[in-house]
């Protein structure tokens, strides 16, 4: 049994083992332990997860009667949100957000960082939604209008004489990870740098630094919270989000730096026990906390009364049988953003067909749901769609085509939410060519890709404003509009009669074909060699300039690739560079040309 509730002090020790949670190397580790016991609970990428379900989410009321057990035990307990909490399903999403904010209003959270889709209302809501949070949302790095703060950077409290100081960080990646007129007039600045100059205002003024950040770890990312846990010291504890990460212990990075990540959907409440004294952590540790393992705990009446409802409000709408499927229609995260689904491909048919698109085109990471057999609701189809795109055609060279294919499988085998579901196209992934050559043996409807044609493509208004790294599309105007991506889905599956997609190989693995050599010419027969003449030497032509930058102190490769309108693993690639993290002043960094 993994090891759980390991912080309890003498007096819950004993209900704890009646429950059968705790043995009693935990108990004597604690009762070992000296100085101030502090808890920290954390949540992230709940994604309005607000009901309990078999999969695992254990939703709303049972993660604040967590909340409310944990600190009926110990009252210096803090409970805190990394981020993506109030989009996601259609409690938040018909609502835009404010049944999410009502519920966190009542589960004793203490402070929130905005994720990226925390912008899917656009940030003018957003911030209206701030307002009614009863504690606060922080965000060091984002900035409006004069670089002034959008959100508060930091706050500090104060626990049995302790002083606690919270900073927020939000990723970079919502700039495309999020409609861009959602974040219009807004600038991500770089997370080390602000975290560096939080942590030297608050570390004479907290004996504890924690960072929440929707950060995330994945491996496609730049600014993570590894990358500032290593290049800022003084961060006791980094509650991480953004990249679904589960961490069952948590894990010490650099500087000492404990990062903690509770997963996803309210499968997991993160537990962190830190003990302090004269003025510095000299313990901390951490766990997870399952649905299996909170099965004793009660839900919070008055949450659980909450959500229902609000789900009772909006049966109407989301109770209406809008089609059928034969099959489970698959949209697992960890599948739609690494291959082909037969949902992936359903959706894709549904924009060519109402569009007449050559090629229909969207992203993996916008579906959000499976979906069983049987029949569909309204309420299902918009849980697997729910940011509200809209379907738009653009007239693109068959050369932004391929580039969008490369974009999206940059990754592969990885998941990466960019990953193309696609109509009217096929193609291999050479998984083990270098990145921006993967994609090969590319045909639409049925003939080998023409790279100067101009093709229609469909795909949802996030992608062709750029979203996702598409930034190929965002030069194109709109050639035609045809309504929201959920209401197409519906109206094909209507026509379908009764759905039933499957993989047909539109996306497979396969070895980039060898360019074939050219056949020898036939050797010509000899003739005398004419007299010499003098030849006037031509002047040498100037080699051209190959565009570049020279780093400055202070600057990031993300900086640079956001300057110059290309992303940091384009200009990490193209300088081969083993670490983006180590440039230096003086440096000559080689620009796309």
């Given at each position: 049994m993994r090891k759980k509730f390991k912080w309890l002090t003498s007096a819950l020790l004993a209900s704890a083992l009646v429950l059968g949670l705790m043995g009693?190397?935990?108990?004597?580790?604690?009762?070992?332990?000296?100085?101030?016991?502090?808890?920290?609970?954390?949540?992230?990428?709940?994604?309005?997860?607000?009901?309990?379900?078999?999969s695992g989410e254990m939703g709303f009321a049972k993660v604040a009667g967590i909340i409310d057990y944990y600190k009926s035990k110990n009252p210096n307990t803090l409970a805190i949100d990394a981020g993506d909490a109030i989009h996601g399903t259609t409690f938040a999403t018909l609502v835009n957000g404010e049944s999410v904010v009502a519920a966190m209003n009542k589960m004793g959270y203490d402070a929130m960082v905005p994720g990226n889709h925390e912008f899917n209302y656009g940030s003018a809501r957003l911030i209206e939604l701030a307002g009614k949070l009863k504690f606060p949302m922080l965000s060091a790095n984002i900035k409006g209008l004069g670089a002034k703060r959008v959100f508060e950077p930091y706050i500090i409290k104060e626990m049995d004489g302790v002083k606690i100081g919270i900073f927020g960080l939000s990723t970079s990646e919502t700039v495309y990870k999020t409609h861009p007129k959602n974040v219009a007039g807004l600038h991500f600045t770089d997370s080390a740098s602000e975290a560096q100059a939080i942590v030297d205002e608050l570390k004479d003024k907290t004996d504890v630094i924690i960072a929440v950040g929707h950060l995330g770890q994945d491996k496609s990312s730049y600014d993570t919270s590894l990358r500032v846990i290593k290049a800022v010291a003084g961060i006791d504890i980094f509650v991480d989000g953004h990249s679904h990460t589960v961490l069952e212990d948590g894990l010490v990075g650099d500087n000492g730096t404990l990062v903690v990540s509770a997963g996803e959907y309210t499968k997991y409440v993160g537990v962190v026990d830190f003990w302090v004294e004269d003025g510095a952590v000299v313990k901390k540790q951490a766990t997870l906390i399952n649905q299996a393992e909170a099965a004793d705990i009660a839900p919070n009446a008055e949450v659980a009364e909450l959500v229902a409802a609000t789900l009772k409000s909006q049966e109407t709408i989301l109770a209406e049988q809008v089609g059928e499927t034969a099959v489970a229609l698959e949209g697992a995260r960890e599948k739609v953003r690494a291959g082909e689904t037969n949902l992936g491909n359903l959706v894709a048919d549904a924009l060519a067909d109402i569009s007449g698109a050559d090629v229909a085109l969207t992203n993996g990471g916008g579906i959000r749901a499976s979906i069983d057999a049987g029949s569909i609701t309204k309420g299902e189809v918009i849980t697997v769609l729910p940011f509200g795109n809209q379907i738009v055609t653009l007239k693109v060279t068959g050369a932004d085509i391929k580039a969008a294919l490369e974009n999206g499988v940059s990754d592969y085998?990885?998941?990466?939410?960019?990953?193309?579901?696609?109509?009217?196209?096929?193609?291999?992934?050479?998984?083990?060519?270098?990145?921006g050559e993967r994609v090969h043996s590319v045909t639409i409807g049925g003939k080998p890709l023409a790279e100067a044609a101009i093709y229609t493509l469909a795909t949802n208004d996030f992608i062709a404003a750029g979203g996702d790294e598409y930034t190929m599309f965002g030069k194109y105007p709109q050639a035609g509009m045809y309504g929201a991506l959920d209401e197409a889905l519906i109206a094909y599956i209507q026509k379908l009669g009764k759905a039933n997609p499957t993989i047909e190989g539109r996306i497979t693995e396969g070895v980039k074909p060898a360019t074939p050599s050219p056949e020898p010419e036939p050797n010509p027969e000899p003739k005398p060699d004419p007299e010499p003449k003098p030849e006037p030497k031509p002047e040498p032509k100037p080699e051209s300039a190959v565009a570049s930058y020279i780093v400055l102190k202070g600057d990031t490769l993300w900086e640079i690739a956001r300057k110059y309108g290309t992303t940091w693993q384009v200009l990490r690639d193209l300088n081969k560079l083993t670490n983006a993290d180590l440039i230096f002043p003086g440096q000559n960094i080689i620009l796309p040309s």
């Open positions: 009693s190397a935990a108990a004597e580790d604690v009762t070992e332990q000296t100085g101030k016991h502090i808890t920290l609970l954390h949540t992230n990428d709940m994604h309005a997860r607000a009901v309990e379900a078999t085998p990885n998941p990466k939410g960019a990953f193309p579901q696609v109509s009217g196209v096929t193609f291999k992934i050479d998984k083990e060519a270098v990145k």
